[in-house]
C-alpha cells in the first residue's frame, strides 16, 4: 500500500487514465486527475471520493503545467508518481496533413511530455524519490503510412522519456515509458471494440496494474521500457 502518497495523471481520460486513478486510490494514493477541460475529469474524481481532485491543465502551455503542479503540490504536496497519457491523434496522408495539424500533434505527444516531465523532475529530485511515467504506442518505434502525426509526437516522447531516466535516475527518480501496442477498451460513447476474440482490445485495468508495478519497483531493479499487447496482436 501507499498511503500517504499522491498522483497526478496528465491525460486522464475515460479509458487507461481512468483505470489508473482508480488503482492508485485503491493503493491508498491521493489522486490528481487533469485534462486541458476540468469537466471531463470531474466524474471520474467524484465517483472516487474525497481522495482525488480534477484540475484542468493544457499540457502544451508552460504557465498551465506550473500552475497544475503548483495546485497539486498544495493539495496533496510534491506528487510520488505522474503519468503522462495525453496526445492526439488526426489520422492522414503526407500529402494531404495539414502542417498546423502536423504541429499540434506533435505539441500534445511530445512537447507536452517534455514540460510534465520537467516539472515533476525538478520537483521529485528535490526530494530524491519519484516515478514519472509516459505513455507510449506502436508509433513509438516505427512510422506507418497516414500515421505520420502519432508517430512524430511518440518518437519525440520516448526520446523525452530516454533522457529523463539517464539524467535523473541518479537522482532518485525512476523515468519510464510503456508502449501500448494494441486498442485500449474504454467506456465512452461510440467505441466499439475490435472484434478479434475474447480479450483481443486492451484492458484498461490490466495496464493499469502494469503502471502500478512500476511505481513500486525497487530501484536496484528499475524497468525503463516495457511493452504490452493483446495476445492476438502481431509485432
Same mark, same amino acid.
Given at each position: =500500500? $501507499?498511503?500517504?502518497?499522491?498522483?497526478? &495523471?496528465?491525460?486522464?481520460?475515460?479509458? /487507461?487514465?481512468?483505470? +489508473?486513478?482508480? %488503482?492508485? #486510490?485503491?493503493?491508498? =494514493?491521493?489522486?490528481?486527475?487533469? @485534462?486541458?477541460?476540468?469537466?471531463?475529469?470531474?466524474? &471520474?474524481?467524484?465517483?472516487?471520493?474525497?481522495?482525488?481532485?480534477?484540475?484542468?491543465?493544457?499540457?502544451?502551455?508552460?504557465?498551465?503545467?506550473?500552475?497544475?503542479?503548483?495546485?497539486?503540490?498544495? #493539495?496533496?504536496? @510534491?506528487?510520488?508518481?505522474?503519468?503522462?497519457?495525453?496526445?492526439?491523434?488526426?489520422?492522414?496522408?503526407?500529402?494531404?496533413?495539414?502542417?498546423?495539424?502536423?504541429?499540434?500533434?506533435?505539441?500534445?505527444?511530445?512537447?507536452?511530455?517534455?514540460?510534465?516531465?520537467? $516539472?515533476?523532475?525538478? $520537483? =521529485?529530485?528535490?526530494?530524491?524519490?519519484? @516515478? &514519472? /511515467?509516459? @505513455?507510449?504506442?506502436?508509433?513509438? +518505434?516505427?512510422?506507418?503510412?497516414?500515421?505520420?502525426?502519432?508517430?512524430?509526437?511518440?518518437?519525440? +516522447?520516448?526520446?523525452?522519456?530516454?533522457?529523463? !531516466?539517464?539524467? /535523473?535516475?541518479?537522482?532518485?527518480?525512476?523515468?519510464? %515509458? &510503456?508502449?501500448?501496442?494494441?486498442?485500449?477498451? !474504454?467506456?465512452?460513447?461510440?467505441?466499439?471494440? *475490435?472484434?478479434?476474440?475474447?480479450?483481443?482490445?486492451?484492458? #484498461?485495468?490490466?495496464?493499469? *496494474?502494469?503502471? =502500478?508495478?512500476?511505481?513500486?519497483?525497487?530501484?536496484?531493479?528499475?524497468?525503463?521500457?516495457?511493452? +504490452?499487447?493483446?495476445?492476438?496482436?502481431?509485432?
Amino acid at each position: =500500500m $501507499a498511503k500517504g502518497e499522491s498522483a497526478l &495523471i496528465i491525460g486522464a481520460g475515460p479509458g /487507461l487514465g481512468a483505470a +489508473l486513478a482508480r %488503482h492508485c #486510490a485503491k493503493d491508498g =494514493m491521493r489522486v490528481a486527475l487533469a @485534462t486541458r477541460t476540468k469537466s471531463k475529469v470531474d466524474a &471520474i474524481a467524484r465517483a472516487i471520493g474525497s481522495d482525488a481532485r480534477a484540475y484542468a491543465c493544457d499540457a502544451t502551455n508552460a504557465e498551465s503545467v506550473a500552475s497544475v503542479f503548483e495546485d497539486v503540490s498544495k #493539495a496533496f504536496g @510534491t506528487p510520488d508518481l505522474v503519468v503522462f497519457n495525453a496526445g492526439a491523434y488526426a489520422p492522414g496522408s503526407v500529402l494531404e496533413i495539414d502542417p498546423a495539424e502536423f504541429e499540434r500533434s506533435w505539441k500534445n505527444g511530445c512537447f507536452g511530455g517534455f514540460l510534465v516531465g520537467q $516539472a515533476a523532475g525538478r $520537483a =521529485m529530485a528535490a526530494r530524491g524519490t519519484g @516515478t &514519472i /511515467l509516459f @505513455t507510449g504506442a506502436t508509433a513509438s +518505434l516505427r512510422g506507418s503510412a497516414k500515421f505520420l502525426n502519432l508517430a512524430v509526437g511518440k518518437f519525440g +516522447l520516448r526520446a523525452v522519456a530516454q533522457s529523463l !531516466a539517464r539524467d /535523473l535516475g541518479p537522482k532518485g527518480v525512476h523515468v519510464a %515509458h &510503456i508502449i501500448i501496442d494494441g486498442q485500449i477498451k !474504454a467506456d465512452r460513447p461510440g467505441y466499439r471494440a *475490435e472484434e478479434r476474440g475474447p480479450d483481443a482490445v486492451m484492458d #484498461a485495468d490490466a495496464i493499469a *496494474e502494469v503502471y =502500478m508495478g512500476l511505481h513500486h519497483q525497487h530501484r536496484s531493479a528499475w524497468t525503463h521500457e516495457l511493452d +504490452l499487447r493483446p495476445w492476438v496482436e502481431k509485432f
